[in-house]
């Protein structure tokens, strides 16, 4: 019986050194595949400047935290299938094809070059520099580019007189459109009646969505 036992403590221990063997080159591997980034270039590319509680608004929303500040963690695992610091995510997604786009990467290798990046930034880049970028670059629907544009295209104001509720629709925007818009830009003109029925009942299933998002996210602030 001991003989057993220890055979199989040997086993464990090989198979263990083993996985951390290839844990550890993984992570060797992702390491070399990262993109140094710029952080003049990410200054350069920024318009806008949020305030401490648009930053937790903007965490709240993207990230599902009220720690806006990217955490690091030794684990490569977790920052592969974590929600927390996507924004260092969508900055390095941003960047790599804005400046690296002579690049020549298949899918699989994209996402490897992004997590790396992803991973860089987060230990290099201060997380006020990347929300700032982000939100002067990033998609906001309706051909809109970036929150100073945004802000005035559906609000008619400056970001900085965005009130809470107004900010957090505009993230919801950057999260998953059709769920919390539905179809509140489509021509109808173009559709039968039909389908615009079915669209308005979207549309205003979303529009509930959206009001019980933002009342949630609301809730978080106060607390």
Known sequence: MKR??????????????????????????????????????????????LSDRQILIASLVLNESSHPEFRNYFFL?????????????????????????NRIMNSIDRQFVDLATKRYIMKHIDYRICYNYLFSNI??????????????????????????????????????????????????????EEHVESFKKQTAESIDRRNKKIEEICSKLEK
Not at 83 to 91: F, H, I, Q
Not at 148 to 161: C, E, G, I, N, T
């Open 139 to 192: 998609y906001f629907g309706a051909n809109m580019f970036g929150l100073l544009d945004a802000s005035r295209f559906y609000y008619q104001k400056d970001y900085k007189k965005l009130d809470d509720k107004e900010f957090i629709s505009l993230c919801l925007r950057l999260t998953n459109p059709h769920l919390y818009y539905g179809y509140e830009n489509i021509d109808y003109d173009s559709f039968d």
């Open 4 to 49: 057993i036992l220890k055979v199989i403590g040997v086993c464990f221990t090989i198979l263990f050194s083993l996985i951390f063997i290839l844990y550890l080159s993984l992570c060797i591997y992702i390491k070399s595949k990262e993109v140094k980034v710029d952080k003049s270039k990410l200054l350069e590319a920024t318009n806008v400047s």
């Open 77 to 101: 695992i977790h920052d592969a299938f974590s929600s927390e610091n996507s924004v260092a995510l969508d900055v390095a997604f941003s960047y790599i094809g804005k400046y690296e786009e």
